[in-house]
């Protein structure tokens, strides 16, 4: 079983930047999938990006490509995910998560399913 714990998530204004965090109890320098999903207030849940830990290939939502990075720190054992130019509508609760496996394709945004383990979840409000 792999716990996942994110922190970093609060108020921010529109047009900010926030930073998550998430540390894996399973090694990032082995290769697996882990990214970062949320759910908007009246929404379902949608995947906004993804990492690959071994070569570090990484994937986007069409919402959030060009504003939002996700990278990898191997020392720490964590995934971070960058946002910037923040909208009111990327409110919402941030979960991180991460899968069994080999590889984070096909990345499809809607397939909660494909990812096995989540964490609790972390606040983002942008006003």
Known sequence: HVQLVESGGGSV???GSQRLSCV???RISDCNCLGWFRQRPGKEREGVAAIYTCGSFTYYSDSVKGRFTISQDNDNNAVYLQM???KPDDTAMYYCVAKDGVGC???VPQATGAFDYW???TQVTVS
């Open 24 to 26: 894996s109890s399973r």
């Open 84 to 86: 910037n130019a923040l």
């Open 13 to 15: 204004q529109a047009g």
């Open 119 to 121: 964490g609790q979840g």
């Open 105 to 107: 394709l096909p990345f």
